[in-house]
């Protein structure tokens, strides 16, 4: 045990990410972004990946000025992109010490009109290619792990892999069951990465502004607001506190956890009383 100073309780040390490394599939926009920024700040060298290489070199400009920042297009559904993804991260960062499988993608659609191939593409990007990509990516995750302070992979999940979405009255059969699944793929990836010293957790985000929500936020923020305990929608650096925290020593003894950032909505009963 480490001899208790009472300096590892200071925040500025509990929570610090200085030196550390990060890969963050869809960093081009959205949430990806946020993440990328908050670590940039945070004196993190970042990687961002995604399947536009204009969106990447927009992205890259506007992340430039927070700190050391690359850029690389690669779809993640991809086996030669993830080679070239990772190889170009071993180029650029050397090493790994946080993996943010975020790219994710949506498809909604009545049951009769639901298509194979839609269903197919979500599953694939939000949950097939988190399970190859994580798997690939262990050499680098194994160059920035210790027992003091692991490698850490983040899957972004979503409160929809915790209850079954209704707020934009049309269904998202395949993004709620691949976000369920790539919640357990949180657990059984963080129960066989232990031993190496990597985490796993999950963050599962309820509404935050971004290109996926554009249509929803406006026409259904009333209702989105309304089913939240909290009566709104998430910021960013709610989402970058939880990602500094599961990153940093202060989270090095969480493993395999889910963590809701939803305000509650996903285990509030919404619009319904308790009488109803
Ligand atoms: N916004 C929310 O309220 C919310 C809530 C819960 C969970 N989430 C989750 O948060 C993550 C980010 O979503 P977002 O809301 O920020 O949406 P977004 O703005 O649409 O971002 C998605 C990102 O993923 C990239 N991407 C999509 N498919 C890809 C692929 N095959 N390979 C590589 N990159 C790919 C996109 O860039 P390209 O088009 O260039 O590939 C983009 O950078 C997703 O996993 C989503 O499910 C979001």
Known sequence: MTPLTGDQFRIENLFSLRGKTALVTGGSSGLGLIMSRGLLRNGVKVLIASRKSEKCKLALEQLKPHGECYAFAADVTSIDDRKALLQETEDKLGSISILINNAGTN???????????????????????????????????????????????INIGSMDGIHVPIVQRVPTFAYSSS?????????????????KHITVNAVAPGFFESRMTDYLFENYKHDIEDDCPLHRVGEPEELIGIVAYLSSRAGAYTN?????????????????????
Do not use: M
Not at 179 to 195: E, G, M, N, R, V
Not at 257 to 274: C, E, F, L, Q, Y
């Open 107 to 153: 498809w909604a659609a009545k049951l009769e009109e639901y298509p194979d191939h839609g269903f197919a593409k979500v599953i694939s990007t939000n949950l097939n290619a988190v399970f190859s990509l994580t798997r690939d990516a262990l050499p680098l995750l194994k160059k920035a792990a210790s027992l003091e302070d692991p490698a850490r992979v």
């Open 179 to 195: 976000k369920a699944a790539l919640h357990h793929l949180t657990k059984s990836l963080a129960i066989d990465l232990a031993p």
């Open 256 to 276: 395999g956890a889910v963590i809701p950032v939803d305000g509650g909505t996903s285990i509030s009963k919404g619009k319904r009383s308790w009488q109803d």
